[in-house]
T-cell receptor, first 114, second 114 residues
């Protein structure tokens, strides 16, 4: 079975500051890794994903995440956050075969203060 | 841009009553999922559906739950006899194919069981 741990339930940062949201996973088989974002009163949106290849993946709005197999981590970073980044962020994994259900972490609420 | 829709946005019901949560996945998608999130807890996988049958279900998805794709466009989740602990946000998701990994989520239905 797979599991995902997001170590921080809430992360408050000031606008234009850097941020890192931590994610660790456990799995006995190879997995795909995802970060989803949920803005207030909206559904979950895919932010970025790691399937294979380069371990550093980027989103169109400046977020990046690095897959570290030895540390079983997939931390999300942004060098300079904006007020509009205020949201809940979910790390998730899925195995490569089968129904490819997503196994989520508990989420990290990112709050940007002006 | 195509999106997954869910109705109703909020459902209030009495314990023991049946509820049907409705979802319209993205047209031409082949894989369908239900997830739920109890307040303050992780997003949890309930069931996946492909080729008109359940492909995987979690331990949560017991005999009280059923899914159906009645008309080729809707995807429903039925809870036959609701319990207090069924109160949660229910998310529907769909995916285009087995080789395309992104699941697209709806905005969710908040179910409150009194």
């Amino acid at each position: 079975a797979q599991s995902v741990t997001q170590l921080d339930s809430q992360v408050p940062v000031f606008e234009e500051a850097p941020v890192e949201l931590r994610c660790n996973y456990s799995s006995s088989v190879s997995v795909y890794l995802f970060w989803y974002v949920q803005y207030p009163n909206q559904g979950l949106q895919l932010l970025l994903k790691y399937l294979s290849g380069s371990t550093l993946v980027e989103s169109i709005n400046g977020f990046e995440a690095e897959f570290n197999k030895s540390q079983t981590s997939f931390h999300l970073r942004k060098p300079s956050v904006h007020i509009s980044d205020t949201a809940e962020y979910f790390c998730a994994v899925s195995i490569i075969q089968g129904a490819q259900k997503l196994v989520f972490g508990q989420g990290t609420r990112l709050t940007i203060n002006p | 841009e195509p999106e997954v829709t869910q109705t109703p946005s909020h459902q209030v019901t009495q314990m023991g009553q049946e509820v049907i949560l409705r979802c319209v996945p993205i047209s031409n998608h082949l894989y369908f999922y239900w997830y739920r999130q109890i307040l303050g807890q992780k997003v949890e996988f309930l069931v996946s559906f492909y080729n008109n049958e359940i492909s995987e279900k979690s331990e949560i998805f017991d005999d009280q739950f059923s899914v159906e794709r009645p008309d080729g466009s809707n995807f429903t989740l039925k809870i036959r006899s609701t319990k207090l602990e069924d109160s949660a946000m229910y998310f529907c998701a769909s995916k285009a194919s087995s080789s395309y990994n992104e699941q697209f989520f709806g905005p969710g239905t908040r179910l409150t069981v009194l």
